[in-house]
């Protein structure tokens, strides 16, 4: 996948997003998010938890930390760590090579998470710290990337760290390269067929964009417009991530006058 800084796409974000009424497969219009829900303080042990569903994608992130960081002597600021793994469900399928793969892509998918939570979190506020992020891919219906990355930070606020913002993201694939169709949020069958793809992950409260991978054939301005859909799908699920966490606040402070106990939730069809 090729990654690009924020700066070199910044000429393309300033126009809202195209909206197309053509139905897909599972009805939606091109233009159109999955079923999102949003939940925060789903794992009592944990220091901070959250569960994405996002369409037929299921994630679950736990925060544990901030702890000492072992092996180092001084470390000016905190270090954040992902890791991801699939669920022995998480793939429809029995195929030995696809399988196979998910090492590989945990790999990746850790890398990439890491990449697009690191820089949202007030590391220098956590000196010779180690702050880890659990993530596990319960079923993936794609666009598992999006869903880990709106989890973990979701997660790292449910644990109270301080933050820049919150990262939300959102896909985005082209299904044919010259036709000049995007598709929102693609599920899983809609990513193989595409003939390029892509994800972004902003911090609205930055105007940043801390992670943008595209892969597969497509001209410059079909890789605008699926850019331009996605960030306005992830500035959508920014909101249901800010709507679960107040939501959470509010029970946690209700919960704390009676018992301990509740956490926030958000369902949304986006």
Do not use: N, W
């Amino acid at each position: 996948m090729r990654r690009a800084a924020h700066k070199t796409l910044r000429l393309v974000l300033d126009e809202p997003p195209p909206v197309a009424d053509t139905a897909r497969c599972d009805g939606r219009g091109d233009a159109e998010l999955r079923r999102l829900l949003v939940r925060t303080g789903v794992l009592p042990k944990a220091s901070g938890s959250a569960y994405v569903e996002m369409g037929e994608t299921k994630v679950l992130c736990a925060i544990f930390g901030p702890q000492q960081a072992d092996g180092h002597d001084f470390l000016s600021h905190g270090r954040l760590e992902c890791t991801v793994k699939f669920s022995a469900f998480a793939r429809r399928t029995t195929d030995p090579a696809a399988a196979a793969t998910d090492a590989s892509a945990a790999a990746a998918l850790s890398a990439s998470l890491s990449a697009a939570l690191s820089g949202s979190v007030q590391l220098d506020q956590y000196p010779k710290s180690l702050i880890c992020v659990h993530a596990m891919v319960l079923q993936d219906g794609g666009g598992a990337l999006p869903a880990l990355v709106s989890c973990g930070s979701a997660a790292l606020a449910h644990a109270r760290l301080k933050l820049y913002g919150l990262v939300a993201a959102c896909g985005a694939a082209i299904p044919d390269e010259g036709s000049g169709r995007v598709l929102l949020d693609p599920s899983a069958s809609e990513e193989r067929a595409a003939s390029s793809r892509l994800v972004a992950a902003t911090v609205p409260e930055l105007s940043h964009l801390p992670l943008f991978e595209q892969e597969g054939r497509a001209q410059f301005e079909a890789v605008a417009a699926a850019l331009r859909h996605a960030l306005g799908g992830a500035a959508t699920v920014h909101e249901r991530m800010r709507e679960a966490l107040l939501a959470e606040g509010q029970t946690a402070s209700s919960a704390r006058k009676r018992s301990r106990g509740g956490g926030g939730a958000v369902d949304a069809a986006a």
